[in-house]
Every structure is written in structure tokens, then in C-alpha cells.
């Protein structure tokens, strides 16, 4: 049965497919050489007009695990996850990836044929403290996202929650 009416999703803040009963049509995901990558949180739930449930848990995530991650140092990042194409060509999707924890598994990595592999973009010249400034200031960011798409759904389940369900439009 086909979807009559749109509602926001409490996870993403957009507009959806909706079906009474089967909640948010799914959404948020990708097709990677035919297969499906990942979806929303939102996809199966109430929309966010009906319900807030699930966006005061989502908002009170967000809020809870932002604030550590948007003030990371460099001296506070333990690990960093690099990765690297297995070929130098447009059509070898194939990648790697490895944890390293220290300067020394940085060094005993770049000896590695995988390790010549991610050097060959620049790599091997940037040292350890290089990679945790980046994965900090990565984290950083990540964590001013997590604050900002709270406030934001705050922001939108107070516009939205007890509003009716808007309808589709034929085609």
C-alpha cells in the first residue's frame, strides 16, 4: 500500500514517506554496486508529529556524548584509524584499514607493502602527533554536529510535534 501522507522523522529532521500503522517509509541509506548502506534510525518509527520519543533519546545522546568530543586535544586521542586504497587505479575500490596507537606502530606500519600503499598519497611524511591533531580536530567537529542537530531538533520537535500529517500529492 502505497504511502498518502509525509511526516518528519524524529532522528533526521526530514520529511518522509508515512504509513499508518509501519511509521516512517526507510530512509538515510545508500546503494553501494547494488546493495543497500546503512539507514536512518528514524525508518520504521512514529513521525516526529505523532511522537517524540525517540527524538528526546536521540537529543539526550547527542547531548550527552557531544561536549567530550568537542573539546578533544590532540595529547587526549589514543588511536587513529587510517586507511588506504589496494590500488592506484579508479577501478580497485578495494581499501585497508588498520588502528595505530603510537609513533612506533606508525613507523612499523609505513614499512609494510600496506603502508607503502597509504604513503604514496603524502602520508609518510606526516608524523604521529600529525595524526592526532587531525583525528582531534575530527572528533572536535564531530562533536559540535552532535550539539548543533540537538538544538536543532529541539528547535523542530517544538514546531512540529501535534501538527497533522501532511498529505502526499499524486504524481
Not at 94 to 121: C, I, P, R, V
Request: net charge positive.
Amino acid at each position: 500500500m502505497k504511502a498518502t501522507h509525509n511526516g518528519t522523522c524524529q532522528v533526521c529532521g526530514r520529511l518522509q514517506a508515512a504509513r499508518f500503522g509501519s511509521g516512517l517509509a526507510k530512509h538515510g541509506y545508500t546503494v553501494q554496486q547494488g546493495w543497500w548502506s546503512g539507514i536512518c534510525q528514524g525508518a520504521g518509527k512514529p513521525p516526529l508529529e505523532l511522537s517524540t520519543i525517540l527524538c528526546d533519546e536521540i537529543v539526550r545522546v547527542l547531548r550527552e556524548r557531544g561536549p567530550a568530543l568537542a573539546s578533544m586535544t590532540a595529547e587526549a586521542v589514543r588511536s587513529v584509524l587510517v586507511s588506504w586504497r589496494k590500488g592506484r587505479d579508479a577501478w580497485n575500490k578495494e581499501a585497508g584499514f588498520k588502528t595505530l596507537h603510537n609513533a612506533a606502530e606508525l613507523a612499523a606500519f609505513l614499512e609494510t607493502e600496506d603502508g607503502k600503499l597509504y604513503g604514496l598519497y603524502g602520508v609518510a611524511r606526516r608524523t604521529w602527533e600529525d595524526l592526532q591533531k587531525g583525528e582531534a580536530w575530527r572528533m572536535r567537529n564531530q562533536g559540535e554536529m552532535m550539539l548543533a542537530h540537538a538544538e536543532h531538533m529541539e528547535q523542530l520537535k517544538a514546531r512540529t510535534f501535534g501538527q497533522p500529517l501532511r498529505e502526499r500529492k499524486a504524481p
